[in-house]
């Protein structure tokens, strides 16, 4: 059988039931090629106490976004066979509480679009069905809304749909690579939190753009209030909107 993408209409339900029990136990944490968001990052990081720069070393890899030209960052994968999470165990996901928006969101898929005119969002789901998956077999059925409530994904949402914004203004107000220093700041802004908090609070990086002073203090301690104070910088400094 092969992976099949099915539409599911806003109000209607999915079959699907995730447990320790399942035959498929941690199939899904295998052959991966995962993607972390900046909000993945932060929180991860947090679990697993490290500074984000050490997280970044010892479990993420680099790359350059073919179309957006941006710095991406992928989850390392173990060096047994199989293209494995470092975080599964045989007890399930080590990091659990904590763990990426793309775990959180299996099987759905996540799409959003943007009105121009009002600039509101709208969600569009998808079902992601692979062969190696059971959960499908349940009787339990939910929305893709209770779905993603259950999954406490919200948080994840705000900040991965800003990084969207992102993406989008630099595709159109600087199409094509980036410079050497513009891709090194984004990297550090984004992914590298600790580092940039050093860096806003040490230097002039904030000098360019008029902060909110509570947001900026509040960041001095809160890596969810650093990461908003990141992402204005970002498009405020580099990609001008
Ligand atoms: S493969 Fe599917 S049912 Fe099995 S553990 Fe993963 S998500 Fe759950
Ligand atoms: S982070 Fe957890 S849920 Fe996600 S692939 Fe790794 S072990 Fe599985």
């Known amino acids: 059988m092969e992976d099949h993408l099915y539409p599911i209409p806003p109000d209607g339900k999915f079959r699907f039931a995730c447990s320790p029990e399942a035959a498929c136990f941690n199939e899904c944490c295998r052959d991966l090629n995962q993607f972390l968001y900046p909000y993945d990052i932060l929180r991860l990081k947090k679990r697993l106490d490290l500074s984000s720069s050490e997280f970044l070393q010892r479990y993420t890899t680099q790359h350059i976004g073919p179309e957006s030209g941006l710095p991406m ?18 007890k399930g996901c080590r990091v659990y509480p904590d ?13 959003i679009s943007r009105n121009r005119a009002t600039g509101n969002v709208s969600e569009h789901f998808m079902l992601l ?12 059925s939910q929305t893709a809304q209770q779905w993603m409530d259950d999954q406490q994904i919200e948080i994840y949402n705000h900040f991965n749909d800003q990084m969207l914004e992102i993406i989008r203004l630099k595709n159109q107000l600087r199409p094509g690579p980036l410079d050497r220093k513009s891709r090194q700041l984004f990297y550090m802004a984004l992914y590298d939190l600790d580092r940039f908090r050093t860096r806003i609070f040490e230097n002039t990086l904030l000098e360019q753009i ?3 002073p509570q947001k900026l203090t509040d960041a001095g ?8 104070v990141a992402m204005q910088w970002v498009k405020q400094v580099l990609f001008q909107s």
């Open 221 to 228: 301690t809160d890596d969810t209030a650093l990461l908003e």
């Open 73 to 90: 960052v992928t989850l390392k994968t173990t060096h047994a066979p199989g293209r494995i999470c470092p975080f599964v165990t045989p």
């Open 129 to 140: 069905k692979e062969p190696h998956c059971f959960g499908f077999d349940a009787s339990k």
């Open 99 to 111: 763990r990426p928006a793309s775990c959180r969101t299996y099987p759905l898929v996540r799409a």
């Open 210 to 212: 008029a902060m909110d």
